[in-house]
Each structure stands twice: as structure tokens, then as C-alpha cells.
């Protein structure tokens, strides 16, 4: 999508201009924070009883691996097991017991307020006795619990996104078993976060997102080195009221944070689209941001709770080797003449996504495909898995079903290895086949 039209626009004033081109940065830069407070109210309300779902400092276990029906989160994966937990620091520090190894891949993503991925708990930095781990709000002089291994987190709201990895339906028993070693041991919470209590949705969506921002900003302050984005408000002469309060906003007030919020959003969606139509597109930058705002806000729109790249790559395919858009009305072949050995070092899977970012529905249940599925090689040795909504011509057990429309697909690799990391291994391209 252009901005150009944003750039150009009659603004019935200079004072709505003026508002609109402050308030984009900001509504870029808060995008995330508010996608985190967001997910948090869901996560930790009163009574939340679903996948995931527990109060503060309490880990909520998923007890299946997500399909089509798991909405809180996008672009889940579905050969995991997630445990979730929203840390307040706000009392003192919070420990999170880690079981002993039993050789299953495991990783706890630890995620500050502003969705930057600044530590993981995992099969690679874990005692193989089990480990203890306490972790310090920001500012704290409190003192280390005894037997802990200290983590400093950014902000005072840390999202756990843990994942266990299940290797089939026969697997999952043994995967709960692990999963439920998993344990956390803190201060009690009084009262959540106001931004996280007071989280306002249903009315008037640009007014909503500017308090929502104003409770989050005063919650969880940015580093200093993207205060300046956020400063631009005040420039404008638009005050963010702790208590979220907007006041009474001139019409050309109003009218330039519209305009922001408009343009802002449509970058973000249009900055998770190819530029090119290149297969298989990734960064080794998800997770651990620094000041790259525009690709966090992408990355929390499309691919939210992403993992740092030394953990996990995430490639996306949009478009076929012919350079046009997925549809499931045609029928894919992804040829792996390796036989599928792609450079993981825990492992890989390929999973389908529907253009609303979620697992897509499907008559037989499979969201993915990867190297731990019971798939049939060919005579050569060679693999092809088949991508579409009606069965291929080939083994079904190498069949990833897919909608009768649009849709996108994503390359996990966990523990990725060199050879991926500096492109001196290629994935194929998606081939359109009939």
C-alpha cells in the first residue's frame, strides 16, 4: 500500500495535519505494547477458562496442541504444546522452576511489555537436574532468592510463552507430563496493571487505541531511545492522561488522529506483504527489535510472540514459483530433493495459515507438516509434501489441506543451524502444479 495519499492529503487544517503526521509514529510504536496489553487482559480476566488462560503468576497449560478453534494468539503453531503466564513484577521477583531434561525440546520465551523476545528459558541454557530462575523488575533492589539464577526483564509485565514439543497423538500424554514440571513461585498480585485492568475495546476505535497507549505508556514507560516517538504527541498538543483520559478533543484534534490511526494500520498490514515475490522470506532480526519499530509492529500483527532468531527462524511463502498469490483452488508441490533435510537442529515443520492469520480449517484435522510426520519418501529418496484443497495424486500422508481460497504458509526451524543462517541452504520454492 502507498502513503502517498496520506502524505498529500487536504487536511481541512494545519493543525489536523500537524496532529496526523505526529500521531503515526506513535500509533506504529504503540502498536505492540497495546497487542501485549491486549492478549494479557484476555489471558489473565476473571473466570478465563480456555486454552492458555490463567491469573497472574500462574502458568495456564494448554492440555492439546492448537487447531483452527485457538483464537487468542495468531499464527499459532500446532506440533506444541504452549504454556502461558503473564509475570507482574511490580511486587518483587518471580521464580519459574524448570523441571529436569528428558531430552524433549522445550523452550520458555520470555517477552517484555513492548513484545521483544529479551530471554529464553530452553533445552540449550537449562541445568540438566532442572534449574530455578528468578525474575527482577526493572529498578529493583530486591534481593535474589537463594538457589536462582537472576534474569532482568525491561519492563514490570513479562508474557511467558512456553513451548513443549509433541511428537504426535501418542505423544501427548508424555508431553503433559513435562509440561506440568513447569512452575511459578511469586508475590501475590493485589490488582493488575491499569492498563491491563482498564483495557477499553467496543466503542470508537481510534479514541479506544489513544487510551489504551495513554494507560500503557504510564504503566510501562518505552527505553529511552523511542521516548521521542511518543513525544511527538505532546508536540502536537495532545496530552496522554495516565487514567487514559482523552478530554474534550478539538474537531481538528480528532481529525488527525484518525488519519493517523488509518494510515498507521494500513502500513503495518501492507509491511507484513512481500515487497518482492520472492519465496520463502524471513529475518534473523524477529524478537530482539532495538529501535526497528516498523518491524515489530509488522512482526506483532502477523506473527505475534515471535521467538529471537538464535531459537527459531520463521520463513513465509505468499506467493508460487510463478510469482502469484496462494489459492487453495490449485494444487502445490514442494519438492525436497535432500529428502527433507533441512538445517534444524531440534526440528521443522511447515504450517498453513488462512488470510485471517489462523490455522485454517480443514476435514482431516492437519494444520502441518515437518520432519517428525510419518510422510512417505519417494523411490530417489527425494520428498514431496502437496499443498491444496483437494487431495493430491499423491500419498495423503504428504498432503498439507488447504482453504478454497487465500492463504500463506510458515517455515519453522527451531535451532537453526549455519547453513541456513547464512543462505547457503535454499528452500524450495512452492511449485504450481495444476
Known amino acids: 500500500m502507498s502513503t502517498q495519499p496520506f502524505l498529500s492529503q487536504a487536511f481541512h487544517s494545519p493543525q489536523a495535519a ?5 500521531a503515526a509514529p506513535a500509533v506504529v510504536a504503540g502498536y505492540p505494547l497495546l497487542e501485549s496489553i491486549r492478549t494479557c487482559h484476555v489471558q489473565t480476566s476473571p473466570g478465563a477458562s480456555a486454552y492458555g488462560r490463567a491469573p497472574f503468576n500462574t502458568f495456564g497449560h494448554s492440555r492439546e496442541r492448537w487447531t483452527d478453534r485457538d483464537r487468542d494468539i495468531v499464527t499459532p503453531a500446532n506440533d ?11 511486587q518483587g521477583p518471580v521464580v519459574i522452576t524448570v523441571p529436569p531434561q528428558t531430552g524433549r525440546y522445550f523452550v520458555l520465551e520470555l517477552m517484555d511489555a513492548y513484545t521483544n523476545n529479551f530471554h529464553n528459558i530452553g533445552t540449550r541454557n537449562t541445568a540438566p537436574g532442572g534449574e530455578r530462575f528468578a525474575l527482577i523488575g526493572p529498578g529493583s533492589d530486591a534481593t535474589v532468592p537463594e538457589g536462582t539464577t537472576p534474569i532482568h526483564s525491561p519492563t514490570a509485565l513479562v508474557w511467558v510463552l512456553g513451548r513443549v514439543l509433541v511428537d504426535g497423538d501418542a505423544d501427548e500424554e508424555a508431553a503433559r507430563g ?19 485492568a482498564q483495557w477499553q475495546q467496543g466503542g470508537d476505535e481510534v479514541l479506544d487505541f489513544f487510551a489504551n497507549l495513554a494507560r500503557a505508556l504510564h504503566d510501562f514507560p518505552p527505553p529511552p531511545s523511542q521516548r521521542g516517538v511518543f513525544d511527538l504527541l505532546r508536540g502536537a498538543h495532545l496530552r496522554l492522561s495516565p487514567d487514559g483520559k482523552l478530554g474534550d478533543l478539538r474537531p481538528a484534534t480528532l481529525e488527525g488522529l484518525r488519519a493517523a ?11 507484513t506483504r512481500a515487497a518482492s515475490k520472492a519465496p520463502w522470506r524471513y529475518s534473523t532480526r524477529l ?6 519499530l516498523m518491524l515489530r509492529a509488522a512482526t506483532a500483527w502477523k506473527g505475534l510472540g515471535a521467538l529471537a532468531a538464535d531459537e527459531a527462524i520463521y520463513a513465509v511463502t505468499d506467493y508460487d514459483d510463478q510469482g502469484e498469490l496462494l489459492d487453495g483452488q490449485r494444487l502445490y508441490r514442494l519438492h525436497f530433493a535432500d529428502g527433507g533435510q533441512v538445517p534444524a537442529g531440534a526440528f521443522w515443520s ?11 480449517p480443514n476435514p482431516i484435522g492437519r494444520y502441518a507438516l515437518g520432519n517428525r510426520s510419518p510422510l512417505q519418501r519417494n523411490a530417489d529418496g527425494s520428498l514431496t509434501l502437496y499443498v491444496s484443497q483437494q487431495p493430491p495424486p499423491g500419498p495423503r500422508e504428504n498432503w498439507l489441506p488447504a482453504p478454497a481460497g487465500g492463504f500463506y504458509l510458515i517455515l519453522r526451524l527451531y535451532h537453526p543451524q549455519p547453513a541456513f543462517l547464512d543462505g547457503s541452504y535454499r528452500m524450495p520454492p512452492l511449485e504450481h502444479v495444476a
Open 350 to 360: 511447515v504450517t498453513l495459515y488462512g488470510e485471517d492469520r489462523y490455522l485454517a
Open 178 to 196: 513435562f509440561q506440568a514440571g513447569f512452575r511459578i513461585d511469586g508475590p501475590a498480585t493485589p490488582a493488575p496493571p491499569p492498563s491491563v
Open 18 to 22: 500537524w496532529m496526523a503526521h505526529s
Open 80 to 90: 506444541l504444546l504452549y504454556s502461558n503466564a503473564w509475570l507482574d513484577l511490580r
Open 287 to 292: 524478537g530482539r527489535y532495538g529501535d526497528d
Open 261 to 271: 490511526y488509518a494510515t498507521a494500520m494500513q502500513t503495518i498490514e501492507g509491511m
